[in-house]
């Protein structure tokens, strides 16, 4: 009975896993530790592996273009995460108050997410364009004066770049929210209220707090989307003007890709993922560990 | 047996299979961008001269990118071992493959057919390493052109500029007649051919070449560059604002719809002329930029040989690239494509104005040294250089605080960029 239990082989379960453990290894960690060696090489065209040392790095620091795509990662990331998570929040809490048409309106909400980023920058950048789109519109209806041209303002573009994305992602961010919404007891609400808690008192003190888990995987997801943001960027701006709104994603493929610099571009994936882990391990650490 | 190198067994199968096969028909296998409509009929043609000979043609077509794509795609080709008989790889690019050992020497086709004498000095230059021929050039495309919709000129009372002073005076007049001057596509590459065209026409062949082939920090940064950024920032004005991002057949569309007077670019943008059922001389005017009407910057696209293995497909590769210089062909391509041909001994009486006078130019440039190549479509420095000084160059542009003293500066760091 005993062996019967444990299956006929107790080693078949470890071997259906064992490809997947193995591709993931070889493809996602092998690769990272590949990319980080490079980083250290003199690769141009294509790899090379004379070793070079920090030679990338000091280079990487001293471009400017680089210094630019890492400001406006700092400018873009916590616009786009805070902005996609508040948004998305603040719509949640209002379609959990029992509306008419909720589904519908739940659904237009999370459309944006089933567009790609290269439909949503293409849409926004007509729309944000000053001779196609919003100006133009505001100055055809007889506002004359109207002006929006961040898109085209290397200053401002960075700032168009986080209103689309942040378009695209509250819509995902307010559906998960939305479901933990409803996962929350209507007993702790009902006592609240009992207690004469006003229904803002009760989100801020009771329901928003005990999201926390959905916050976790949230920021999770949103914050990877920051930092990978590739897409977006080409079609809304491809960068410009100029190299206004390159994001390190950008850069890389730009140095890696078609400048022939492939240990530059090694170097500053190599940032990137530290830039990530810097963020997501403290985190997670924090999340996962034991509740004493 | 094991002692002798196997390149030298090589050699050896390889002049067997030589004298065996020498007339067995191969396969050429062609890493190309050309995917329009109108390069994919260029390159249709080559297809065919190819059959004719016996061969089969493998179209290995990337879309995309202007050739970014395609560059992608031939890494992993040829790290994998794996490289195609030919690929389109132009300028600096072909050094920089042939540095990593990878493309194969053709020299033999290219004494017999001679194109020392068939080719300008420094087309054939850059087609070699270490003085064997490695590419084959298929066209030229003169970049220093200005398009100009006549009838808006007209409208505006302007006349043609020759000079860069009469530049401003006939945008000046554009501008009051209510037309943007000059269309423009703010993207980097496009930014640098305005650009280096300005610099072309205020300092002439010999500043171009030391400030932009030499790289010279002198150079970069002296009067005469200080001088060719302020005139480049100053035709800012008279673009609209709707510029950035736009692609340059849209701002072609602009000249041919006369919403704007203007364009600077190169050659192909008479193929957008041509769709539009627009007749050179009469419904648009091609000159030669401001002050450059008698150099020619060019960009010559070519393909570049890989080293293949079998006789079979290295007698294939070799006719391909005495198909790709052959008359015939040079013809029927440049006439589909807009550009002109490459090497002489091409008639010319099927092109039309606009292509009679950019081959005459050639031909004249090459002879008083005023032949050069245009660093924004990647034929004068590497692209690790290329890349940084578009970047400085877009920049400055953009941005309207930056100074042209800041940009010069930020110019000679770019240009040391290896």
């Known amino acids: 009975m005993q062996t019967r239990h444990s299956g006929p082989n107790p080693w078949l379960p470890r071997l259906v896993v064992a490809p997947g453990l193995a591709l993931g290894l070889l493809f996602i960690y092998g690769l990272m530790a590949w990319n980080g060696y490079l980083s250290f090489s003199a690769s141009r065209l294509m790899p090379n592996y004379g070793f070079v040392g920090w030679a990338q790095y000091e280079a990487l620091l001293e471009n400017d273009r680089f210094r630019v795509a890492m400001t406006n990662l700092a400018i873009f990331g916590p616009l786009f995460i805070g902005g996609a998570m508040a948004l998305g929040l603040l719509l949640a809490i209002l379609l959990d108050q029992k509306v008419r048409a909720e589904g519908v309106l739940r659904t237009i909400y999370l459309y944006p997410m089933a567009i790609s980023f290269i439909v949503t920058g293409t849409a926004w950048k007509w729309m944000l364009n000053p001779t196609t789109g919003l100006e133009q519109v505001m100055r ?67 329901i928003i707090p005990s999201l926390r888990p959905v916050f976790f995987s949230t920021l999770m997801v949103v914050s990877h989307l920051a930092i990978k943001s590739f897409d977006l960027v080409m079609a809304l701006t491809a960068g410009g003007p100029g190299y206004a709104t390159d994001l390190p994603a950008t850069f890389m493929y730009a140095t890696a890709f078609t400048r022939g610099q492939i240990g530059l571009g090694a170097a500053s994936a190599t940032v990137m993922l530290a830039t990530v882990a810097a963020i997501v391990v403290p985190y997670l650490y924090s999340e996962l560990r034991p509740r004493k | 047996m094991s002692s002798i190198p196997a390149s030298l067994i090589g050699l050896g199968v390889a002049a067997v299979l030589g004298l065996s096969g020498a007339a067995r028909a191969g396969e050429v296998e062609v890493l190309h961008y050309w995917t329009s409509g109108s390069e994919a009929k260029a390159t249709a043609s080559l297809k065919a001269s190819l059959q004719a000979k016996g061969h089969t043609w493998r179209d290995f077509a990337v879309a ?146 030391k400030a932009f082939i030499e790289r010279d920090p002198a150079s970069l940064a002296g009067p005469t560059m200080e001088k060719t950024l302020e005139t480049f920032k100053r035709l800012k004005a008279y673009t ?101 041909p490459v090497r002489a001994g091409v008639p010319l009486d099927k092109f039309d104005d606009c292509g009679k006078l950019a081959a005459k130019d050639f031909a004249d440039s090459a002879k008083s040294a005023s032949l050069l190549p245009s660093v924004a479509h990647g034929m004068a420095v590497p692209a690790a250089a290329e890349g940084a000084m578009k970047d400085v160059v877009s920049q400055f542009w953009n941005a309207d605080k930056m100074t042209a003293k800041d940009a010069m500066s930020k110019l000679v760091a770019a240009a040391r960029t290896r």
């Open chain 2, 64 to 209: 995309g990118g202007a050739g970014d794509a395609a560059m992608t795609v031939l890494k992993s080709r040829v790290v994998s071992g794996n490289a195609p008989s030919a690929a389109q790889i132009k300028g600096p690019s072909i050094q920089e493959w042939a540095r990593e050992g990878v493309l194969a020497s053709i020299d033999d086709v290219a004494k017999a057919e001679q194109w020392d004498s068939l080719l300008p000095k420094v087309v054939s230059d850059a087609m070699k390493y270490k003085g064997s021929y490695v590419a084959v050039p298929v066209n030229v495309h003169r970049i220093n052109w200005l398009w100009i919709n006549p009838a808006v000129f007209k409208k505006a009372n302007a006349k043609v500029p020759t000079t860069w002073d009469e530049f401003f005076v006939a945008a000046e007049a554009l501008s009051k007649a209510g037309v943007t001057p000059l269309a423009h596509g703010g993207q980097s590459w496009q930014d640098f051919t305005t650009f280096e065209i300005v610099a072309l026409g205020l300092g002439g062949p010999e500043f171009y070449k």
């Open chain 1, 140 to 206: 055809q209806w007889g506002f004359a004066d109207f002006s929006f041209d961040w898109l085209v303002d290397p200053e401002r573009a960075i700032y168009c770049v986080a209103i689309a994305g942040v378009w695209q992602s509250a819509g995902f961010v307010m559906a998960l929210f939305l479901a933990a919404l409803r996962g929350i007891d209507d007993a702790i609400i009902k006592a609240a209220q009992v207690d004469g808690a006003s229904l803002p008192r009760i989100y801020w003190r009771i």
């Open chain 2, 240 to 340: 609209d604002r709707g510029a950035n991002g736009r692609d340059w057949n849209l701002a072609t569309a602009m000249v041919i719809k006369g919403e704007a007077g203007m364009q600077l670019m190169g050659d192909w943008a008479k193929g957008e002329f041509q769709a539009a059922g627009k007749v050179a001389g009469k419904d648009f005017l091609c000159v030669a930029a401001p002050g450059t009407a008698k150099s020619f910057s060019y960009n010559i696209d070519s393909f570049a040989m890989f080293q293949v293995k079998g006789a079979d497909k290295i007698k294939a590769q070799k006719d391909l690239a005495s198909a790709i210089m052959a008359p015939a062909f040079q013809e029927t391509f440049n006439l589909n494509k807009g550009s002109i």
